[in-house]
């Protein structure tokens, strides 16, 4: 179900360099595996789910910094190709946070270093917001930051969205400040603390919420990779089954998800259709290497949602 909104997405987070390294397959401790290619990419969680937004359809402007260097003025030009919103996009004497992407068709690793990131502060929240607009942030800038932010939506009626990655256990401070916490069956234990429990099943999810004192009218969502995601609300558990598909690089679908669903918010979906969508955008994602560079735009995931549902029947 879809209502008539016209909402912005404004998104929170790290601008990086990816230098993205592909192999068969990732190294075990100590070992050196030949690598096949390296490339240079836009990446940066709040950077990859603002192209998200924006190839979603949505106006998105993203907050954030870069440093004042040659690195920084390509990450914001890449963003404003995406059709991002640079205009807070801040500048400072840090340089511009990179990222040492490893990755196969398994799985990845990723050192990041936040340069630029690090000086993001309260005053990113001094932007308009209204009621029709969704606010998501990640866990790569600093929690005073989306604290302001999220306290700024709050007073304006606006959607606050934390997808709680990478793992961190200070999301625990904006838990009360978010409408809609996203994470990772592995985000998900650290937040609880509960390792070595059962959580995926329907109890388990349902306790899970409970441990991490989202309230009634608060919503968790879990992503789970192949198997689709868990809506974890006040009127129990809805699953979304995931999209069977051909993986090549996983790099970036949590964002490529993250944010299509906050799109589909903004526009008026309802959060099952917002999930269903995203869930198809993430699954074409992992179908081309990188993470920003492999964001499918709206067109294509409705092609693909039709040409799978054709299928299925």
């Known amino acids: 179900m879809t209502t008539a909104r016209a909402g912005k997405v404004v998104v929170l987070g790290s601008i990086n360099l990816d230098l993205l390294i592909t192999a068969p397959r990732l190294p075990c401790a100590g070992e050196t595996v030949s690598g096949t290619n390296l490339t240079r990419q836009l990446g940066g969680k709040g950077a990859n789910q603002a192209v998200g937004a924006a190839r979603a359809g949505a106006h998105c402007i993203l907050l ?4 004042a260097d040659e690195d920084g003025a390509q990450m914001v030009a890449a963003l404003a190709d995406h059709g991002v919103d640079v205009s807070r996009v801040r500048t400072t004497s840090s340089p511009t946070g990179c990222a040492l992407v490893a990755t196969s068709p398994q799985d ?3 050192i990041h270093i936040a340069g630029a990131n690090a000086d993001v502060d309260a005053t990113v929240a001094e932007i308009d917001l209204g009621p029709d ?7 790569e800038t600093p929690v005073p930051a989306t604290a302001a932010l999220f306290q700024r939506a709050r007073a304006t009626a ?19 400040l978010c409408d809609l916490l996203i994470v990772n069956e592995s985000e998900l234990t650290l937040l609880t603390g509960a390792e070595g429990v059962p959580m995926l099943d329907n109890a388990g999810l349902l306790s899970s919420k409970t441990m991490l004192g989202l309230e009634h ?8 990779g192949a198997n689709g995601v868990a809506i974890v609300a006040a009127g129990g558990v809805q699953r979304i089954a995931g999209w069977p598909t051909a993986v090549v690089d996983t790099t970036g679908a949590g964002d490529c998800f993250c944010g299509y669903l906050a799109a589909g918010l903004a526009r008026g979906d309802c959060m099952e259709h ?5 869930n198809m955008a993430a699954s074409i994602a992992v179908q081309s290497l990188g993470a920003a560079a492999s964001i499918p735009d709206r067109i294509a995931v409705l092609h693909g949602r039709d040409a799978a549902i054709a299928h299925a029947s």
């Open 158 to 176: 606006a959607c606050t969205i934390l997808n709680a990655a990478p793992a961190s256990t200070a999301a625990r401070q904006l838990l009360p």
């Open 133 to 139: 607009d969704v606010c998501l942030a990640q866990m």
């Open 64 to 67: 954030g910094a870069v440093g």
């Open 274 to 278: 917002a999930a269903a969508e995203a």
């Open 108 to 110: 990845n690793q990723i």
């Open 217 to 224: 009218g608060q919503t968790l969502l879990v992503t789970l």
